[in-house]
């Protein structure tokens, strides 16, 4: 081990203090504020630093070094994937892609509900929607109640004989007096768009066990295992692909991820003799 085996280690171990100090939240907001190609590029140029300099080791390395260099690589590949992946995709979203930052499912019709129901959602009794014509909406239909005159609450009178005020007998100001329990409501405010579900959830916890599993395999000679790996990972993924900016996403956040956990695993390799 001569002077670039040690200058490499010592890239590798600024590397990892930066990657892991990037996760604490602060940081992390700190570090979305940079311009990407920032973000992206100069871990990415210490990482090829770091591998120029493993290149040039010659000799056997103790035991010592050869456990240092595979744990500085591990971490380095674990932890600086993030940060160097989000990077590119707001890249790729500054660059006019899509949705490729925040990819969402379709919405569904407007004819049905949140949960692909009747307007009605979750809760709503079979047969128990309003009945064209009826003032109250149905709500009292099978009571023997009526409506004191048309268009109006058919409680009302229960609410002044208890010296209440508002609709539906609760006092004005207390959460839901707007929303009369006779079947009326206030209306929506204008302009409120519904948006689809998030897909692709759990992307960076993800990538971290993806980077783990690549560079492990790597490092352990199992190849075929990255292969494996990535077909977890797309079978997975495969029912979020037709978002918009979903697929676009997933491919270049898993390209990125497997050079970034290949590059890290590779200067282990070198630090640790195995390549020659």
């Given at each position: 081990?001569n002077?670039w085996?040690?200058?490499?280690?010592?890239v590798?171990?600024?590397?990892a203090?930066v990657?892991?100090?990037s996760?604490v939240?602060t940081?992390?907001?700190?570090?979305?504020?940079?311009?990407?190609w920032?973000v992206a590029?100069?871990?990415?140029?210490?990482?090829?630093?770091a591998g120029?300099?493993a290149?040039?080791?010659?000799?056997d390395?103790?035991h010592e070094?050869?456990v240092?260099a595979?744990v500085?690589?591990?971490?380095?590949?674990?932890s600086?994937?993030?940060p160097?992946?989000h990077?590119i995709?707001r890249?790729?979203?500054?660059?006019?892609?899509p949705?490729?930052?925040?990819?969402?499912?379709?919405a569904p019709?407007a004819?049905?509900?949140?949960?692909g129901?009747t307007?009605?959602?979750?809760?709503?009794t079979?047969?128990?929607?309003?009945?064209?014509g009826?003032p109250?909406?149905?709500?009292l239909a099978g009571t023997?109640?009526?409506?004191?005159?048309?268009?109006?609450?058919?409680?009302?009178?229960v609410?002044?004989?208890?010296g209440?005020s508002?609709?539906g007998?609760?006092?004005?100001g207390v959460p839901g007096?707007?929303?009369?329990?006779t079947g009326?409501?206030?209306p929506?405010r204008p302009?409120?768009v519904?948006?689809?579900r998030p897909?692709l959830r759990g992307?960076?916890?993800?990538?971290?066990?993806e980077?783990a599993?690549?560079?492990?395999c790597?490092?352990?000679g199992?190849?075929?295992?990255?292969?494996?790996?990535?077909?977890?990972?797309?079978?997975?993924?495969?029912?979020?692909?037709?978002?918009?900016?979903?697929?676009?996403r997933?491919?270049i956040?898993?390209?990125v991820s497997?050079?970034?956990?290949?590059g890290a695993?590779g200067?282990?390799?070198?630090?640790r003799?195995s390549?020659?």
């Amino acid at each position: 081990m001569n002077v670039w085996g040690d200058l490499a280690l010592v890239v590798l171990a600024l590397l990892a203090v930066v990657a892991v100090g990037s996760w604490v939240p602060t940081l992390h907001d700190r570090v979305e504020q940079l311009p990407w190609w920032l973000v992206a590029f100069v871990p990415a140029g210490l990482l090829g630093l770091a591998g120029l300099f493993a290149s040039g080791v010659a000799g056997d390395p103790s035991h010592e070094i050869q456990v240092l260099a595979v744990v500085l690589s591990v971490a380095v590949a674990i932890s600086g994937g993030e940060p160097v992946t989000h990077a590119i995709l707001r890249g790729a979203g500054e660059s006019g892609i899509p949705d490729i930052t925040r990819p969402v499912a379709p919405a569904p019709p407007a004819g049905e509900g949140p949960d692909g129901g009747t307007p009605g959602g979750p809760g709503t009794t079979p047969g128990a929607q309003a009945t064209p014509g009826r003032p109250d909406g149905g709500a009292l239909a099978g009571t023997g109640a009526r409506p004191s005159s048309p268009g109006s609450d058919p409680l009302s009178g229960v609410a002044a004989e208890r010296g209440l005020s508002g609709s539906g007998g609760l006092p004005a100001g207390v959460p839901g007096a707007a929303r009369s329990i006779t079947g009326t409501e206030t209306p929506r405010r204008p302009g409120r768009v519904r948006t689809g579900r998030p897909v692709l959830r759990g992307g960076a916890w993800i990538g971290v066990l993806e980077r783990a599993a690549i560079a492990s395999c790597l490092l352990v000679g199992y190849g075929e295992g990255v292969a494996v790996v990535l077909a977890v990972k797309g079978l997975g993924r495969y029912p979020d692909l037709r978002a918009s900016g979903a697929a676009e996403r997933f491919i270049i956040g898993t390209f990125v991820s497997l050079l970034w956990a290949g590059g890290a695993a590779g200067i282990g390799l070198l630090l640790r003799g195995s390549v020659r």
